[in-house]
Nanobody, 129 residues
Framework: VQLVESGGGLVQAGGSLRLSCAASGFTFGDYVLAWFRQAPGKEREGLSAIRGDDGTSYYADSVKGRFTISRDYAKKTVYLQIHNLKVEDTAIYYC???????????????????????WGQGTEVTVSA
């Protein structure tokens, strides 16, 4: 199992960024892929998740409207588009996977860190004022 994030970097506030998470070694459609981030001195927080099979997406309330998650099933890649970046978005962004539940679970389930069994190494995003 491999999850490889990319796309981080140094960006000015107000800019946009698209992060990628390339998945391999497992059946993409059987899992939910999620994005988390961890800022210095803070706990890891869930941002968004997407089902590999049908693309159903979930968002934390704090990122709705600014973050967009998507996936390319053929490429087994999940993306996180971030618009209007803010200094407080500075963090390491991680991709993680968890088995998809039958039916349509809600974000309050997919935001739980301990349900994720594999994590990427992270990609660093720094937003300057």
């Amino acid at each position: 199992v491999q999850l490889v994030e990319s796309g981080g970097g140094l960006v000015q506030a107000g800019g946009s960024l698209r992060l990628s998470c390339a998945a391999s070694g497992f059946t993409f459609g059987d899992y939910v892929l999620a994005w988390f981030r961890q800022a210095p001195g803070k706990e890891r927080e869930g941002l968004s998740a997407i089902r590999g099979d049908d693309g159903t997406s979930y968002y934390a309330d704090s990122v709705k409207g600014r973050f967009t998650i998507s996936r390319d099933y053929a490429k087994k890649t999940v993306y996180l588009q971030i618009h209007n970046l803010k200094v407080e978005d500075t963090a390491i962004y991680y991709c993680a996977r968890t088995p998809a539940l039958p039916g349509n679970a809600q974000w309050h389930y997919y935001q739980i860190l301990r349900i994720y069994d594999s994590w990427g190494q992270g990609t660093e995003v720094t937003v300057s004022a």
